[in-house]
């Protein structure tokens, strides 16, 4: 049980979703029940027997619960609400148990009177028998949301609930309401109909079975009061509650029928577990598909991402405009032979740059491919972005976790975008430079010649045939672009230039791949930060199961339950 115990409070339910709410005060209420109820409860089976006195407003409670202990015990008043904090009236050699505070552990106790709704006032009254105790709950449908609260709290700490209600206020919603929930736990119900006319007592004793039948709760014990006026301590004439008296007097003085009720409520609270659980398990259920629903619409939006970067390798699209004509530029003035055959060109270039002011046509087309390729991924980056902040935005759990800053790619984007092309360039260079160890000709040429075939590389990754464009794109400078091919080729040879073109898409992508999932984790960081739960269904499930096989083995109603 104690397994239970801490697999439903383990469970936090973060994610905004249908369920969540309900989820969560389930829960709270689940945890509280085994606090208060059925982990002393099943300690202690022979413990004293506790009543719980709850109703609607102005029912009576209080001096229901005076005028059968036959003292003024618990306050009762015209103002409302009366009962601010429970009273426990019981006899004085079962005070030790509830003194113990293992029952409604949460709660203070206290001999005198408290406006505190937390503590819990004990009162010893002789005229009670040992082995049962009244507790005077506030009201079910009090004004105040604490007083509510506190009454269903202290109804599922009851072994038996005892429900007051009168002629004007019986067929209220809210007392039905929670009629219905002790019925569905297993709660041994009697009821109290208070104040009743004497001319009206058959016709509304008759509507009120009824409705009990309705409800599955024909089977009740229910005791008509009538308008009667109290005696001077404010409490009902003794022959007025004397059929109560009696039966709880019965109840008692048997420790057998005390066992039944007991042991009936009891079952029927551990049986209730179940169906409770697995709501809660289902909605642990949910919280996981959510969160799982939220990152896989990130994952699409960047997927997505990458695969329009990586089809732009591969359909040309990157070589048109500046890169083209920068290549172009670069074919056709000859410098992609100049830099292949010697350092003289190297020279030459470095002169008429420095002399024109102009920089040479590898720099334009180096700065061109840097310029195509950094405005591809910051466009991707930003329709990813806000492709994956609109999916958020149409889920309850997403739109709660945005902020206004996710719609648009992250202030960190350009300057990393930038410093990825470069990186790639350089890294281009060195394979270039690294492949070329041996190779005299390259050497002999020098660092140009390392630059010349690494533009030569990068244009190549540009294209689907992982290698030198051509073709009616390349009409200008075609036969200059060819030349330079048969060179490359005979210094390198034809698959070893596709090779180190194939290896520089390869880790461009990659760095691609590293630079978008940067972008995509501002997403898929807030899912992971809600804390959620790994697996918290099963092992709801799990716990649950094990507590019914327990209570199985219990057989805590084998002999029947008394009420």
Same mark, same amino acid.
């Given at each position: 049980?104690?397994? +239970?115990?801490?697999?439903?409070?383990?469970?936090?339910?973060?994610?905004?979703?249908?369920?969540?709410?309900?989820?969560?005060?389930?829960?709270?209420?689940?945890?509280?029940?085994?606090?208060?109820? +059925?982990?002393?409860?099943?300690?202690?089976?022979?413990?004293?027997?506790?009543?719980?006195?709850? @109703?609607?407003?102005?029912?009576?409670?209080?001096?229901?619960?005076?005028?059968?202990?036959?003292?003024?015990?618990?306050?009762?008043?015209?103002?409302?609400?009366? %009962?601010?904090?429970?009273?426990?009236?019981? #006899?004085?050699?079962?005070?030790?148990?509830?003194?113990?505070?293992?029952?409604?552990?949460?709660? %203070?106790?206290?001999?005198?009177?408290?406006?505190?709704?937390?503590?819990?006032?004990?009162?010893?009254?002789?005229?009670? =028998?040992?082995?049962?105790?009244?507790?005077?709950?506030?009201?079910?449908?009090?004004?105040?949301?604490?007083?509510?609260? +506190?009454?269903?709290?202290? &109804?599922?700490?009851?072994?038996?609930?005892?429900?007051?209600?009168?002629?004007?206020?019986?067929?209220?919603?809210?007392?039905?309401?929670?009629?219905?929930?002790?019925?569905?736990?297993? !709660? /041994?119900?009697?009821?109290?109909?208070?104040?009743?006319?004497?001319?009206?007592?058959?016709?509304?004793?008759? #509507?009120?079975?009824?409705?009990?039948?309705?409800?599955?709760?024909?089977?009740?014990?229910?005791?008509?009061?009538?308008?009667? !006026?109290?005696?001077?301590?404010?409490?009902?004439?003794?022959?007025?509650?004397?059929?109560? #008296?009696?039966?709880?007097?019965?109840?008692?003085?048997?420790?057998?029928?005390?066992?039944?009720?007991?042991?009936?409520?009891?079952?029927?609270?551990?049986?209730? &577990?179940?169906?409770?659980?697995?709501?809660?398990? *289902?909605?642990?259920?949910?919280?996981?598909?959510?969160?799982?629903?939220?990152?896989?619409? /990130?994952?699409?939006?960047?997927?997505?991402?990458?695969?329009?970067?990586? *089809?732009?390798?591969?359909?040309?699209?990157?070589?048109?405009?500046?890169?083209?004509?920068?290549?172009?530029?670069?074919?056709?003035? =000859?410098?992609?032979?100049?830099?292949?055959?010697?350092?003289?060109?190297?020279?030459?270039?470095?002169?008429?740059?420095?002399?024109?002011?102009?920089?040479?046509?590898?720099?334009? +087309?180096?700065?061109?491919?840097?310029?195509?390729?950094?405005?591809? $991924?910051?466009?991707?980056?930003?329709?990813?972005?806000?492709?994956?902040?609109?999916?958020?935005?149409?889920?309850?759990?997403?739109?709660?976790?945005?902020?206004? =800053?996710? #719609?648009?790619?992250?202030?960190?984007?350009?300057?990393?975008? *930038?410093?990825?092309?470069?990186?790639?360039?350089?890294?281009?260079?060195?394979?270039?430079?690294?492949?070329?160890?041996?190779?005299?000709?390259?050497?002999?040429?020098?660092?140009?010649?390392?630059? @010349?075939?690494?533009? %030569?590389?990068?244009?190549?990754?540009?294209?689907?045939?992982?290698?030198?464009?051509?073709?009616?794109?390349?009409?200008?400078?075609?036969?200059? !672009?060819?030349?330079?091919?048969? /060179?490359?080729?005979?210094?390198?040879?034809?698959?070893?230039?596709?090779?180190?073109?194939?290896?520089?898409?390869?880790? $461009?992508?990659?760095?691609?791949?590293?630079?978008?999932?940067?972008?995509?984790?501002?997403?898929?960081?807030?899912?992971?930060?809600?804390? $959620?739960? &790994?697996?918290?269904?099963?092992?709801?499930?799990?716990?649950?199961?094990?507590?019914?096989?327990?209570?199985?083995?219990?057989?805590?109603?084998?002999?029947?339950?008394?009420?």
């Amino acid at each position: 049980m104690s397994q +239970l115990r801490a697999a439903i409070g383990g469970v936090s339910y973060p994610l905004k979703m249908p369920s969540a709410d309900e989820a969560r005060r389930i829960g709270k209420a689940l945890v509280s029940q085994l606090d208060d109820y +059925l982990l002393p409860r099943l300690a202690r089976l022979d413990a004293p027997l506790l009543v719980v006195v709850g @109703g609607s407003t102005g029912a009576g409670k209080s001096t229901l619960v005076n005028s059968l202990v036959r003292a003024p015990v618990s306050a009762a008043g015209v103002l409302r609400p009366t %009962t601010r904090s429970p009273v426990l009236v019981g #006899h004085a050699d079962d005070m030790p148990w509830f003194r113990k505070g293992e029952l409604l552990p949460g709660m %203070t106790r206290t001999p005198v009177a408290s406006t505190d709704p937390q503590t819990l006032q004990l009162v010893t009254a002789p005229a009670l =028998g040992p082995g049962l105790a009244f507790l005077d709950a506030p009201d079910i449908d009090s004004v105040v949301d604490q007083n509510r609260k +506190l009454a269903a709290q202290l &109804l599922a700490a009851a072994d038996l609930w005892l429900f007051v209600t009168t002629a004007a206020r019986y067929a209220d919603a809210v007392p039905w309401e929670l009629l219905t929930t002790a019925r569905l736990r297993g !709660t /041994v119900i009697a009821l109290v109909l208070d104040r009743v006319p004497e001319e009206a007592a058959g016709e509304i004793s008759a #509507h009120l079975g009824e409705m009990l039948a309705a409800h599955d709760m024909a089977a009740a014990p229910l005791f008509v009061l009538p308008e009667t !006026t109290l005696d001077g301590q404010g409490l009902l004439p003794e022959s007025v509650v004397q059929p109560l #008296h009696d039966w709880f007097g019965k109840l008692a003085s048997d420790a057998g029928a005390r066992s039944a009720v007991v042991r009936q409520t009891l079952d029927g609270a551990l049986a209730a &577990l179940g169906p409770a659980v697995e709501g809660l398990a *289902d909605a642990a259920d949910e919280q996981e598909m959510a969160a799982a629903a939220l990152d896989e619409r /990130v994952s699409a939006a960047y997927r997505t991402a990458k695969r329009t970067v990586a *089809d732009g390798l591969k359909d040309g699209r990157l070589l048109r405009g500046e890169v083209l004509a920068r290549w172009q530029e670069f074919v056709g003035t =000859g410098e992609l032979l100049r830099a292949l055959e010697s350092k003289v060109g190297a020279l030459r270039d470095r002169i008429m740059s420095a002399l024109t002011g102009r920089p040479s046509p590898g720099r334009n +087309l180096q700065a061109a491919l840097e310029s195509q390729l950094v405005t591809l $991924l910051r466009g991707v980056s930003a329709d990813a972005a806000e492709q994956a902040y609109s999916a958020w935005q149409a889920h309850p759990a997403g739109a709660a976790l945005l902020n206004p =800053g996710l #719609h648009q790619a992250s202030r960190e984007l350009p300057e990393r975008a *930038d410093r990825l092309v470069r990186d790639w360039q350089a890294w281009v260079l060195e394979l270039v430079r690294e492949e070329a160890g041996d190779k005299r000709f390259v050497a002999r040429a020098g660092a140009y010649a390392v630059n @010349g075939v690494g533009l %030569t590389v990068m244009i190549a990754v540009f294209t689907s045939t992982a290698f030198i464009p051509t073709g009616a794109e390349l009409a200008v400078g075609a036969g200059t !672009t060819i030349a330079a091919q048969k /060179v490359l080729e005979a210094i390198f040879g034809d698959q070893a230039i596709r090779t180190l073109a194939a290896r520089a898409r390869e880790n $461009l992508l990659t760095r691609v791949d590293e630079l978008l999932d940067k972008e995509a984790a501002r997403f898929t960081e807030l899912t992971a930060a809600v804390g $959620l739960e &790994l697996e918290p269904a099963d092992g709801l499930r799990r716990t649950v199961a094990e507590v019914e096989r327990a209570r199985g083995e219990l057989a805590l109603t084998a002999a029947g339950a008394s009420s």
